[in-house]
Nanobody, 125 residues
Framework: QVQLVESGGGLVQAGGSLRLSCAAS????????MGWFRQPPGLEREFVAA????????YYAESVKGRFTISRDNAENTVYLQMNSLKPEDTAVYYC??????????????????WGRGTRVTVSS
C-alpha cells in the first residue's frame, strides 16, 4: 500500500514557475513508476509526466515538453514536478500517481493503482 500527498500548488502569473512535490509512504516506493496527471476545470484527467523507478527514463505530454521536469528522490520517497513558463492552460488540479507494476502504457490513468488527493495550480494571465 502506498499513500501519496501532493503539495506546492498555488496561484502564479503566466510565465512563472512552481514546484510540486509528492511525498509517498510505503517501503516499495523506489520500485514504482511515478506519474503526474492533471484535471483542468470541466475536463477529464490528462497525463502530464512520468518517471521510471530509477529515474533513468522520463515521459512528458507534448503540451508540457521543454517546460516541465519530473524527478524523484527515492531516499526521500518524493517525486517532483518542476513547472516553468506556466501558461493559463496549465490551470488544473495536479495529481501524483504510483504504478507498482509498470506496463507498456505510461500515459493512461488506469495504469496507476495509487493516487494522491491533488493540489490546485492556478495560472493567471
Amino acid at each position: 500500500q502506498v499513500q501519496l500527498v501532493e503539495s506546492g500548488g498555488g496561484l502564479v502569473q503566466a510565465g512563472g514557475s512552481l514546484r510540486l512535490s509528492c511525498a509517498a509512504s510505503g517501503r516499495t516506493f523506489s520500485n514504482y513508476r511515478m506519474g503526474w496527471f492533471r484535471q483542468p476545470p470541466g475536463l477529464e484527467r490528462e497525463f502530464v509526466a512520468a518517471i521510471t523507478w530509477s529515474g533513468g527514463s522520463t515521459y512528458y505530454a507534448e503540451s508540457v515538453k521543454g517546460r516541465f521536469t519530473i524527478s524523484r528522490d527515492n531516499a526521500e520517497n518524493t517525486v517532483y514536478l518542476q513547472m516553468n513558463s506556466l501558461k493559463p492552460e496549465d490551470t488544473a488540479v495536479y495529481y501524483c500517481a504510483a504504478d507498482p507494476i509498470p506496463g507498456a502504457e505510461v500515459a493512461v490513468p488506469w495504469e496507476y493503482d495509487y493516487w494522491g488527493r491533488g493540489t490546485r495550480v492556478t495560472v493567471s494571465s
